[in-house]
């Protein structure tokens, strides 16, 4: 069949449209599609779900049995057209969870690589030094670099090329937890700067929960739920995929600073004591806890050792068998889950509506982020 020419990207952005379906040679089917506009859309799912396969067809490395690929209204993918355009013809900025930059260039080197494809949306090379700090790095080796400075590389490299879309590949898997939050942050803030629409692909609810706009959720190869991201995440996991722990609790607390020996700050308007040793330097912070570290009463309770009482209302019950998914809105675009038993629900009389307490222990508490502070 004779190949026809894509039609050209322009500089409008109208977002991604995807369909396809592909089969590996050990049995594993892929049937999906999906669209992602502006802001930050994540394709969610437990491993061998076919999140890596969907970017890898997004990126041109995989050509799928069938499917069909446009970006901001130009066709990328139409294997019916007999159109596969490669990947660097694609303006596409990827960024792998590995890194893969170069390892006889510099930091300089390597970032300087994106500008040789000379794109059509230029940034300047200053400000994405700049915003990804990486001013100190420029003369050193990728082998010397920690991986949280060798994935902001990455993500400057893949700025730089001036991308239409940038697509990221679980960037967060090979960065232990101490660095997570600020690639977390410059990664926030890269988005924000430049407006790039970002594809992310994640098996951490935490993650999506903060990064994302929208959320695919794939199970086995097959889209799930789609559609704004705590909702959708929330019934996807409870209802859909019904996997383990649930649906992660994430909430942002302002205003941290040292009272008396520790660190609180507020959740909703209200007090909220952090875990001892957190390394806070900042005004707020993301914090995580699992639905099984939230107690409910129907009213505040003293006397504990608990130290959040976070009030809300009721929102939703979602009943399962052998327990419950309670979820209360606190209030500011914040809410809590709770797992508790079903004679819980009914002894409570927890339904929409109910006002109750949620008591959290702050050893159940993880910060999912450091300093919130100077963020763009």
């Not at 700090?133 to 993500?155: F, N, T, Y």
Request: glycine content about 12%.
């Amino acid at each position: 069949m004779a190949r026809e020419e894509p039609q050209s990207l322009g500089s409008a952005v109208s977002g991604l449209t995807l369909s396809a379906r592909h089969r590996y040679p050990e049995g594993f089917e892929l049937e999906a599609e999906l669209e992602a506009e502006g802001g930050v859309t994540a394709v969610f799912g437990p491993s061998g779900s076919g999140k890596s396969t969907v970017l890898r067809i997004a990126a041109g490395i995989l050509r799928p049995l069938e499917g069909r690929v446009s970006l901001g209204g130009a066709t990328l993918l139409d294997t019916a057209r007999g159109i596969c355009l490669p990947p660097e013809k694609r303006r596409i900025g990827l960024v792998f969870q590995d890194h893969r930059l170069f390892p006889h260039l510099s930091v300089e080197g390597n970032l300087r690589y994106g500008l040789r494809r000379r794109p059509a949306r230029r940034f300047p090379f200053e400000r994405v030094v700049e915003v990804l700090e990486l001013g100190g790095l420029l003369e050193r080796d990728p082998a010397s670099l920690s991986g949280g400075e060798r994935q902001r590389v990455a993500l400057g490299r893949a700025i730089l090329r001036g991308p239409e879309l940038l697509l990221l590949d679980e960037p967060l898997a090979a960065v232990d937890a101490g660095r997570k939050d600020r690639i977390l942050a410059y990664l926030e803030r890269a988005v924000s700067e430049w407006s790039l629409p970002t594809l992310l692909v994640s098996h951490d609810q935490a993650d999506v929960r903060r990064l994302a706009d929208r959320v695919v959720v794939l199970e086995a190869g097959r889209v799930v739920a789609s559609g704004p991201t705590a909702s959708t995440l929330d019934r996807a996991v409870i209802s859909a995929m019904r996997s383990a722990p649930g649906p992660v609790n994430v909430l942002r607390v302002d205003g941290v600073a040292e009272v008396e020996g520790h660190l609180e700050g507020s959740a909703a308007g209200q007090r909220f004591q952090l875990p001892a040793g957190l390394p806070v330097t900042g005004a707020g912070v993301y914090v995580q806890f699992l639905p099984k570290d939230v107690t409910l009463a129907r009213a505040d309770v003293s006397g504990l050792s608990v130290r959040n009482h976070l009030r809300g209302a009721v929102r939703e019950v979602a009943a399962l068998p052998g327990h419950a998914y309670v979820a209360v809105d606190l209030g500011g675009g914040q809410a809590v889950w709770a797992e508790v038993t079903l004679d819980a629900v009914r002894e409570l009389g927890l339904a929409p509506g109910r006002e109750v307490v949620c008591l959290i222990k702050t050893t159940g508490v993880e910060a999912l982020g450091g300093s919130l502070a100077g963020r763009a």
